[in-house]
């Protein structure tokens, strides 16, 4: 039995959302800049979603002329607790700042990973969905799903899935919704967490673990480089960013995730701010620069503002604390 099926519909049904936002300045009538400048605060290292999709979101929103500029600063600590305070506990002097997450973020306030969870920040809104993917080396003895369930039912110990985040954390949920949706265990899954997608790959790669379990996106372009093999994805079809890796559904395997990725603001930002930013936003899936980030990436779009982001996230608490209660992690 698949443990939680996130299907690009449920979410949309649901309200996902993930917004991007910067540092005010005043609004252009004609539809150009919108915002000044942005500083984005990515919770994680180079390389990762969180990496990827700020950085994504500032390309398309300078490149389409909706913010003046963008600069990026990687704060990598406490699953992400290192950001979400320093952001919190400099709320007057972070205005202009906006930190990307993901559904890290309820995860990781449900294990107790940091002692914050997002009502503690500004909800700006949600921009898109990242589908999982499992992962292994190119020329390594692992050719699709059914080969790696069979070297974990014949070495569990031996067959070690990576990951970008903590036990407990997204990328271990996702790898055992898979393990268990094909008759697997679970919990006996040997689980490595890495610090962001590059150093998860480069344990791929060095043959420390067997397999990843990561973002879509994050896989795409080692994948067209011939140095991995993506041999799953968590979508209900074959995304069109990279046709030749397989979905875990016509594999067999009852497993449909997509991850939101979002923006968040310091606490107390003020309401006008908080309108720019999720103006530019708007503005921006208008543009040829965000179809051609998005496309490029798999992503899919998704975007709500405000309370349609906070409903998402009371109900996706209410599920995955209902899925980590079933596989022991609360």
């Known amino acids: 039995m698949t443990i939680l099926n996130f299907s690009r519909r449920t979410i949309m049904a649901a309200g996902v959302a993930l917004a991007v936002t910067g540092l005010a300045a005043p609004a252009v009538a004609d539809g150009h800049q919108v915002v000044d400048s942005i500083h984005f605060l990515i ?41 979400i305070g320093y952001l919190i506990e400099n709320a007057d002097s972070n205005h202009g700042t906006l930190m990307v997450n993901s559904t890290p973020i309820v995860i990781r306030s449900l294990t107790g990973v940091f002692p914050q969870n997002f009502r503690d920040l500004t909800l700006v809104a949600g921009t898109i969905g990242d589908y999982a993917a ?61 610090d962001g997608g590059g150093a998860t790959m480069a344990g791929l790669l060095s043959g420390e673990v067997q397999a990843v379990s990561t973002g879509f996106s994050e896989a795409v372009e080692l994948a067209k480089a011939g140095e991995v093999r993506i041999i799953g994805v968590t979508s209900p079809e074959r995304v069109d960013a ?22 968040f603001a310091a606490p107390g930002l003020p309401a006008d701010k908080l309108a720019m930013y999720q103006d530019a936003l708007t503005k921006m899936y208008e543009t040829d620069e965000w179809e051609a980030v998005r496309a490029r990436n798999g992503w899919v779009n998704i975007h709500n503002n405000g309370d349609d982001f906070k409903k998402f996230l009371e109900n996706q608490e209410q599920v995955i604390g209902d899925l980590m209660k079933q596989l022991g992690f609360l």
Do not use: C
């Open 134 to 194: 499992l992962v292994v080396a190119a020329d390594g003895p692992i050719k699709d799903l059914n080969g790696l369930i069979e070297a974990f039912n014949a070495d569990s110990s031996g067959t070690a899935v990576g990951g970008g985040s903590v036990p407990g954390g997204m990328d271990h949920l996702v790898a055992a919704m898979v393990f268990q949706a094909a008759g697997a265990d679970p919990v006996a899954m040997k689980y490595v967490p890495y």
């Open 242 to 263: 990279y046709k030749d890796a397989p979905t875990m559904l016509e594999q067999g395997n009852a497993t449909e995730f997509v991850n939101w990725r979002g923006f």
């Open 43 to 83: 919770p994680g290292g180079a390389g990762g979603g969180w990496d990827g999709t700020a950085r994504g979101t500032g390309e398309a929103l300078t490149g389409a002329g909706l913010v003046g500029s963008a600069s990026y600063e990687n704060m990598s600590g406490g699953g992400g607790g290192k950001a």
